[in-house]
């Protein structure tokens, strides 16, 4: 086989075969095939797309280039979710201790946040001592004494897409559908789980801006689950304002809390519950508003919120700032940024809402940056609110840096008019 020969099959848009495409992988990975030859390749992807068994087969050679986590010394049906990114996403917070409290179990591995969108492994560190580290061995055994651990990727997990990314973001080849699917999927395969919701965001803050981008992205990656022997679904989920009103390390972590306490913001509570009864319908236990109705009871019952202290616990956590979160430590001062005229917010600019998170130090520009877990942005105001001149519409929690870029991000980011706009939250349910 000879990687010119499949380049010039793509770019006249044939159908690559599974041996093509393991072939390509190997030997990418190996450093065999140039990066020239490969980005030429993507190239031709991006313009002549895959058909689904293309894209399974991609994905699976992705995950085969590396470690699969083999979970089967956990006992029971293991569940897992997966965000597309977005800002003020808490969800995996609230959610992991929801399903261990209603008995699945959730054994996850969590990335951390690069660029607009945070990661749970900086949240979940906003936690004094808490360790993202264990050794396999422990994280079966912690899973299988309490339902629950989430921690960081220590194996060597799908190596091919970490090289094909980075070159896909220097050669304009990441907006490809078949290309962000297996990269999304070949993870998600290889870590173990037997049922896996996906939630695909979509709108200002999010990767695919259009419902019908999202859908097409959320069917596919659907079926090459399907195809690879997974349950998988996706749940498409508007990201045109933040979800939650906090954003930043440990005021997100502050506000799951106060989910699992029952006070949470509502569009959080909602997007945790519908992939939640997902979840809970895949493994046959409930579906529906009877799912929803014991998630509630969870909650109602602090079994949730206990599941949460169990696992900051066993991970070397301080618990009491689980139980108060004025134990949290605090930025050293909170800027107001106030409306500058009477009317309603009418549009958030996610991403600059992100952005602005990130230069007061909550996210990462580059992928060693430092991060401090105390600053960040709390909204008192989203779209559909009116406000008068000179009201809050959120709190800037700041050192020194980014104070004044944060304010100018924010001021370009929020519109405010004359309209009353409301949010389709969820936008669609892909099974
Ligand atoms: N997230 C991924 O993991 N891969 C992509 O290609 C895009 C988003």
């Known amino acids: 086989m000879r990687i010119i020969d499949i380049i010039i099959k793509k770019r006249d ?16 990975t190996n450093g065999t095939i140039p990066d020239y030859q490969m980005s030429s390749l993507l190239m031709a992807i991006y313009f002549n797309g895959m058909t689904k068994k293309e894209a399974t087969d991609l994905a699976i050679a992705m995950r085969d280039s590396g470690d699969v986590f083999d979970l089967s010394a956990i006992e029971g049906l293991k569940v897992d979710k997966h965000s597309t990114g977005g800002v003020g996403d808490k969800v995996t917070l609230v959610l992991a201790p929801l399903m261990a409290a209603v008995g699945l179990k959730f054994a996850k ?21 808490f360790k993202i580290e264990l050794t396999e061995e422990d994280f079966v055994k912690q899973v299988n004494e309490i339902n629950l651990a989430v921690i960081g990727q220590s194996k060597n997990i799908t190596p091919a897409d970490k090289l094909l990314y980075a070159l896909r973001d220097v050669t304009g080849t990441v907006p490809s559908i078949p290309l962000i699917a297996s990269s ?20 200002s803050g999010a ?3 259009t419902i019908k981008e999202a859908e097409k992205l959320a069917r596919l990656m659907v079926e090459i689950g399907a195809l690879a022997n997974k349950k998988v679904q996706a749940v498409l989920t508007n990201m045109d304002e933040p979800l939650g009103n906090n954003i930043g390390n440990s005021l997100e972590v502050i506000e799951a809390i106060e989910t699992l306490n029952g006070e949470g913001p509502k569009d959080l509570e909602t997007v945790t519950f519908t992939i ?22 969870k909650i109602a019952t602090k079994e949730a919120l ?16 689980i139980k108060n979160p004025d134990l949290f430590k605090k930025a050293p001062q909170i800027v107001a940024f106030k409306a500058e005229k009477n009317g309603y917010i009418e549009k958030m ?34 779209i559909g609110a009116y406000v008068k001149k000179g009201d809050v519409i959120a709190e800037i929690h700041a050192q020194e840096k980014g104070v004044k870029e944060a304010l100018t991000l924010l001021k370009e980011a929020i519109i405010i008019g004359n309209d009353k706009k409301t949010i389709t939250l969820i936008e669609g349910i892909i099974k």
Do not use: P
């Open 306 to 321: 206990n599941k949460l202290i169990e696992m900051v616990e066993k991970q070397g956590g301080n618990s009491a700032q």
């Open 184 to 203: 999304i999927m070949s993870k998600k395969l290889a870590s173990g789980s037997d049922i896996i919701c996906l939630d695909v965001k979509v709108g």
């Open 207 to 209: 990767f695919m801006q």
């Open 349 to 382: 600019e996610t991403e600059k809402i992100g952005l602005a998170a990130m230069v007061l130090g909550a996210g990462r520009a580059q992928k060693d940056d430092e991060i401090d877990h105390t600053v960040g942005l709390s909204f008192k105001k989203k």
């Open 109 to 129: 591995m969590s990335g951390r946040g690069l660029g607009h969108t945070g990661g749970t492994l900086d949240k979940l560190e906003s936690i004094e001592n």
């Open 276 to 297: 939640g009864a997902l979840l809970m319908e895949a493994a046959n236990l409930a579906k529906g508003d009877e799912a929803i109705q014991l998630m509630k009871e």
């Open 13 to 28: 848009n044939q159908i690559l075969s599974k041996e093509e495409l393991e072939f390509v992988i190997r030997n990418y």
